[in-house]
């Protein structure tokens, strides 16, 4: 089937047959409108979540807020639980997608981690409901999507682990174990969204970063690049507490 001069359907011996959009225009808008509404749904829960709590809040509450049907949500989420998950895993989607981005126009292994670093704080600044809400309701998840949100956590602090050891295979940093510098800013950056409301009066956030930096810093780098390396630095395991741990020592 083809279309007329007028864009309508063309008759096939006498039937009108089947509208056809062309397959790629077709297909990027239909995943347009489905991520659209799917981040239509997350923002309602995200409010939700976070002002009533993930118990006290109800699959109609949810429609309602994102103004859809109830019946429209689990098209997109298995239950409230599976939308919980993924409303606090967007802020470790969002470190995945901006940390590299924010790493590719730096020069130098030093500009690379301060690049990571600054990235981190404005993904976190900008999802500061979904950090939050990770933080008070990930004890609501099966172990399950835990787990899934503990291996994204894992994924993203590795983007910041790795400028660290090029750092110190660099000669920039002096040799410091990896895991414990990477957490340390981690839980600095994770400061900025947990006291936003105290630390905004007194910084911006490129400020925040540039200062703390400058006293995390201070005690590891080196004036110049030692004579003698003894060996690659060894990658962390682990850079940083689960998501539920960190949940239980907040509470």
Known sequence: MSLDSN??????????????LPRRRGRRKIEGLVEARRQQILTAALDLFGTKGFHRTTTQDLAERADVSVGLIYQYFKDKEDLLAAAIGQIFDAYLNEIPLAVRA???????????????????DEHR??????????????????????????????????????????????????????YHIVVFVHSWALNAWRLKGQFEREAYVDAGLDMLLGP?????PPAKRSGPVKPAKTAAPSARRVTRRAA
Do not use: W
Not at 220 to 224: N, R
């Open 7 to 20: 864009n309508s359907p063309r008759t096939v011996g006498g039937t009108v047959g089947a509208l056809v």
């Open 129 to 182: 409901e979904a950090a939050l809400l990770g933080y008070r309701e990930t004890r609501s998840l099966s172990k399950a999507l835990t787990k899934g949100l503990m291996a994204k956590e894992t994924k993203s602090t590795e983007l910041i682990g790795e400028r660290v050891t090029e750092c110190i295979e660099a000669g920039v940093f002096r040799r410091v174990d990896v895991a414990m510098m990477t």
């Open 106 to 124: 730096a020069r130098d292994p030093l500009s690379r981690f301060r690049a990571a670093v600054h990235a981190y704080c404005r993904v976190i």
């Open 220 to 224: 590891i780098l080196q004036a110049a």
